[in-house]
């Protein structure tokens, strides 16, 4: 078996990673911040600085907790929260590929050859599909190696009962062999977040395999959400599973929702702009979002994006780590989508540089969990109106370059849930700001925070969750998540490599960061799938649940 590892080269990798789809690159207009820059080496420098983080922290994983989840770096013990199949080896193997570490990529490849699927074991949905699917299907995209993807076709079968419910919404979880689902802590009820963030994995495995039960479990999630749009684009955070019937009173683009918005824009651009009624259903979502949710701060007219509830949508105020996604969200719809309402660009930068503040705004210069903002905050529409009435007089509402707080100064928002998980949603959104706007401002704060996590949240080799990002020393967690070198290390390189490893017109990130190549579906696909393209002829079948 060795000899076939023996072959895996950085050269195999590479090589297959730009001919694996659609043959040689083609030629990309060079960016123009990409022109030969004065500070290539610094840049490089900082690049191979986080290299070696990652490197340092995945030989800590190996040594101590491997081949369980994840280390817990304070007492040196494991977890194996995520199905023990060694979530953090599954989750990384993509980004040691882009970071060409070639040896554990190999020793990756022999872990996951051996991988047993079949074994009695409890899984949740989202995060087998986000972290262990869509870990395969990047290390095949970028590799062409078939064992990812055997395994992968393999996961995406036994994952199937799941969407067996009589809404055809998807479980929360499952046992196997084919047990009951919706026996954890969920219960009886879906999270929006994790039943809307599957479509990209199984649509793309389907293209892979050729197997229609796999776009018709997804794509009756898509026709479900279609049908329980709210407020023109918002969607609650549950639904009971059986009936598809709402159960929460809350809508939010942070927990319980953020990727389900997410995946609207990337389906429309996974499958090469050609299905637009994911672009219509991103574009009322955003619309919905930008009318309902952002808000802009008294004093310091920070940007930020709050839960509502219903009836009125009363504004809680609360802003939340996991929300900054939406920064690089709203900057990738407005890189890619023509003639978009330049509400997007602006919301885009305005929430980056208010995620920026956070962690700015801290002694470590990590950013906290959840912060809570006055209750006075103005709507940032109603303050983009009075703006247009005085002729678009100074800086656009809630796009000012409010500065950080110094010692002692009020931060205007309240500290409620003061722990950095080592999430990436930030340095993401740094990331889509460098790479669509190239203004160099979002790599150095980007440099910031990675010298943030490097000063308070390393533990001699391995690096832990802090327990309250103002004090110094900050006291850290027993935690060391998967995705902290799925995403977080691969979003920090992508930032600061000069490299294009990854051309955001050729890929598309899953939401913890697996790559997957944009496609078109063929002729004999779109008859195999009922992909329906509009003016083209299509049967007229309704899509429906327990398609298994
Ligand atoms: C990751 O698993 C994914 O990014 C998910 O979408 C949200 N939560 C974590 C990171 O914070």
């Not at 977040?193 to 796999?214: D, I, K, N, V």
């Not at 940007?303 to 990738?332: E, N």
């Not at 080799?461 to 977080?488: C, G, I, K, Q």
Request: hydrophobic letters at 40%.
């Amino acid at each position: 078996m060795a000899a076939s590892y023996v072959e895996w080269t950085s050269h195999a990798i590479f090589h297959s990673f730009h001919n694996a789809f659609g043959g040689p690159p083609p030629h990309h207009p060079q960016a123009p911040w990409m022109h030969p820059n004065p500070q290539s080496a610094l840049w490089k420098e900082r690049a191979d600085t986080v290299k070696a983080a990652f490197r340092s922290a995945y030989a800590a994983y190996e040594r101590t907790a491997y081949p369980h989840d994840e280390l817990r770096p304070v007492s040196n013990l494991h977890s194996d929260n995520l199905n023990g199949w060694g979530a953090s080896l599954m989750d990384s193997i993509d980004t040691m590929m882009l970071m060409r570490l070639d040896d554990l990529v190999e020793r990756s490849l022999v872990h996951v050859s051996k991988l047993k699927l079949d074994r009695n074991s409890y899984v949740q949905f989202f995060e087998t599909v986000i972290r262990y699917l869509g870990g395969l299907l990047s290390a095949y995209a970028i590799s062409g190696n078939t064992v990812y993807l055997t395994h992968a076709d393999e996961l995406g079968t036994r994952l199937l009962p799941i969407f067996n419910t009589t809404s055809g919404v998807a479980h929360f979880d499952e046992t196997w062999p084919r047990g009951a689902g919706g026996i954890g802590w969920m219960g009886s009820l879906s999270i929006l977040s994790e039943f809307a963030s599957c479509q990209m994995e199984y649509r793309y495995l389907a293209h892979l395999t050729g197997r229609p039960e796999y776009v018709q479990a997804v794509d009756y999630i898509t026709e479900f959400l279609q049908n329980n749009t709210e407020h023109g684009g918002l969607f609650p955070l549950q639904f009971a599973t059986s009936t598809g019937a709402p159960s929460s009173d809350r809508f939010s683009v942070g927990a319980k929702a953020d990727s389900a918005y997410e995946y609207l824009l990337k389906e429309w651009l996974m499958t090469g702009k050609t299905e637009p009624h994911f672009l219509d259903m991103y574009l009322k979502s955003a619309d919905a979002i930008i009318e309902n949710m952002l808000y802009v701060s008294p004093s310091r007219h920070l940007l930020y994006v709050t839960d509502v509830l219903r009836p009125s949508l009363h504004p809680i105020h609360d802003f939340q780590h996991l929300s900054c996604f939406l920064s690089g969200l709203f900057a990738l719809g407005t890189a890619t989508i023509p003639d978009v309402d330049p509400r997007h660009a602006w919301a885009a930068e305005g929430l980056g540089h208010t995620c920026w503040i956070t962690y700015a705004d801290t002694a470590t210069g990590l950013g906290p969990e959840m912060m809570l903002f006055p209750q006075n905050g103005t709507r940032w529409v109603d303050e983009l109106k009075v703006w247009e009435q005085k002729g678009r007089e100074g800086v656009v509402p809630g796009v000012s370059e409010a500065t950080p707080v110094t010692p002692g100064e009020h931060t205007e928002y309240r500290v409620v849930d003061s722990r950095y998980l080592l999430r990436p949603e930030t340095i993401e959104s740094f990331y889509i700001m460098w790479r669509t706007t190239g203004d160099s401002k979002w790599r150095d704060r980007g440099w910031a925070l990675f010298e943030g996590i490097e000063n308070h949240a390393m533990l001699g080799t391995a690096y832990a969750s802090l327990a309250d990002v103002r004090t110094v020393p900050a006291p850290h967690t027993d935690e060391l998540p998967s995705f902290f070198f799925a995403e977080t290390l691969k979003y920090a390189y992508l930032l600061f490599t000069d490299e294009e490893l990854i051309p955001l017109d050729r890929w598309v990130f899953n939401t913890e960061a697996h790559p997957i190549p944009i496609f078109t579906w063929s002729e004999t696909e779109k008859k195999l799938f009922d992909i329906r393209i509009p003016g083209e002829n299509h049967n007229n079948t309704t899509l429906q649940p327990n398609i298994l």
